[in-house]
């Protein structure tokens, strides 16, 4: 099995040698569970206006929505970063996400779980996260 692990790293380690930081923001409802997948970090407080938030919002209307955002860092050969693309997300993030990838891919922020919850667009709570509610679900 580790040598399965080194493997994936080594598919997945950056092309151009930089560290690449992403997001992972876990959304769970009774009906569904879903992920997005930003490059970079994103503030909690702007999660509530990513376009496919809002899909899942509307798909779960009366429902409690729990989001839960993770910025993670898959190092490179220096010390410089970069966002990663969509397309290196969807490599990096398998079935065994992120215990598969030993210290290589490390938690940058992460305030939950569950930073906050959600119902109709109130915020019911909010553990650690200041969200902006202006947005009307």
Same mark, same amino acid.
């Given at each position: 099995?580790? @040598? #399965?692990?080194? @493997?994936?790293?080594?598919? !997945?380690?950056? %092309?151009?040698?930089?560290s690449?930081?992403f997001?992972?923001?876990?959304?769970? $409802?009774?009906?569904?569970i $879903?992920?997005? !997948?930003i490059?970079?970090c994103?503030?909690? +407080?702007?999660?509530? /206006? *990513?376009?496919?938030?809002?899909?899942? +919002?509307?798909?779960?209307?009366? %429902?409690? =929505? %729990?989001?839960? /955002?993770? +910025?993670?860092?898959?190092?490179g %050969?220096?010390?410089?970063t970069?966002?990663?693309t969509?397309?290196? =997300?969807?490599r990096?993030v398998? +079935?065994?996400?992120?215990y /598969? !990838?030993?210290? #290589?891919?490390?938690?940058? $922020?992460?305030?939950?779980?569950?930073q906050f919850?959600?119902?109709?667009?109130?915020? *019911?709570?909010?553990?650690y996260?200041?969200v902006? *509610? $202006?947005?009307n679900l």
């Open positions: 099995m580790l @040598k #399965k692990a080194e @493997k994936e790293r080594g598919s !997945y380690y950056p %092309e151009d040698g930089m690449v930081i997001t992972v923001i876990m959304l769970s $409802s009774k009906k569904m $879903s992920e997005i !997948y490059g970079g994103i503030d909690s +407080a702007d999660i509530v /206006n *990513l376009p496919d938030f809002q899909r899942f +919002a509307e798909k779960c209307k009366g %429902e409690i =929505i %729990e989001v839960d /955002n993770c +910025a993670y860092q898959l190092d %050969e220096d010390y410089h970069r966002k990663a969509k397309d290196e =997300i969807r990096i398998g +079935a065994d996400f992120p /598969n !990838y030993g210290v #290589k891919l490390y938690p940058v $922020s992460h305030a939950g779980p569950d919850k959600l119902k109709e667009g109130v915020l *019911l709570d909010t553990g996260s200041q902006d *509610l $202006s947005m």
